[in-house]
């Protein structure tokens, strides 16, 4: 699967984005989906991630009640809709492609097998 991410930018403390992930690949709506980011001088994290058919997800503790993670199959995109955002929430977001439908280690960097290039949101305060 390739995938490509956009829809970053800078925006004010308190406001909203929507980032999407555009896959090309015949595996996209058999394989779990999520979103990372990765802070200046941190780690990549994991913030979400959605099931093949979409009818579960998760969510980081950081992220929980103001991101909401969804698909759309048929147009073979994930969508990460970010409300309430904080300057912390500043980072480099990327999606990736899991390398099975769902599971418990899904929140693992090591349960994708397909990155995209990255978008960046800048939250200011």
């Known amino acids: 699967v390739q995938l490509q991410a956009y829809g970053g930018g800078l925006v004010q403390a308190g406001g909203s984005l929507r980032l999407s992930c555009a896959a090309s690949?015949?595996?996209?709506?058999?394989?779990?989906m999520g979103w990372f980011r990765q802070a200046p001088g941190k780690e990549r994290e994991f913030v979400a991630a959605?099931?093949?058919?979409?009818?579960?997800?998760v969510y980081a503790d950081s992220v929980k009640g103001r991101f909401t993670i969804s698909r759309d199959n048929a147009k073979s995109t994930v969508y990460l809709q970010m409300n309430s955002l904080k300057p912390e929430d500043t980072a480099v977001y990327y999606c990736a492609a899991a390398n099975r439908p769902w599971g418990p280690w899904i929140t693992g960097h090591g349960a994708y097998d397909s990155w995209g290039q990255g978008t960046l949101v800048t939250v200011s305060s």
């Open positions: 690949g015949r595996t996209f709506s058999s394989v779990a």
């Open positions: 959605i099931r093949w058919d979409g009818s579960n997800t």
